[in-house]
């Protein structure tokens, strides 16, 4: 497809795409991957993930109280798994709001990808990219909302991967040939 398209500029998706995998392969190509920011919730009085600050040097964590992180393992999904050391956190006076676990570690993971997310994160405010990020809304969220609010995508009482996977072909199949017939009408 690509021979018959060509080298993509940008590639603008909603944040379910916002993944290390996407956005490696896009920038690999030299393409920008152009997703809005997706903001991970956390419990109400816990130290997020996001206040640990990640140490590309030496390869660790650094918790808010100052203590390492140090890597662990790769697990098979591509995360780096960082944990502290059981014996510091047991004493720690922010154990409760750091972690529920247990044997007393916290454990951050880091996709081995991470760089190439935080790197197209940055891209969105590149004024290259600015404008093409505003067409994003007018454009990928407007199908996708249309599919939700007007073809019955919010839900299906389908059950299974084929099943669904065939309502939304059908679904968009029907938006497609929505559009052809409105660029084709030709009024009064």
Known sequence: MIEKVGKLEAVAAVAAYKTPEITNYLLTKKSYRLCPMHVLKQKKGSIASMNKVYEEHFDCFICPTGELLTYSTTNKGGYREYK??????????????????????????????QTHVEEADHLRHHQDVKPI???????????FTDAKEKHGMRWTPLRGLKKGSMQA???FAAMNVKKVANWTWQGP
Do not use: G, N, P
Request: include cysteine; glycine fraction near 0%.
């Open 84 to 113: 502290s050391r059981k014996h510091i956190c047991a004493t720690c006076s922010s154990l409760s709001r750091c972690t529920e676990s247990k044997v007393y570690q916290k454990v951050v993971a880091r996709h081995i990808w």
């Open 169 to 171: 072909m059908l679904t």
């Open 133 to 143: 990020y505003a067409k994003r809304k007018e454009t990928i969220e407007r199908v």
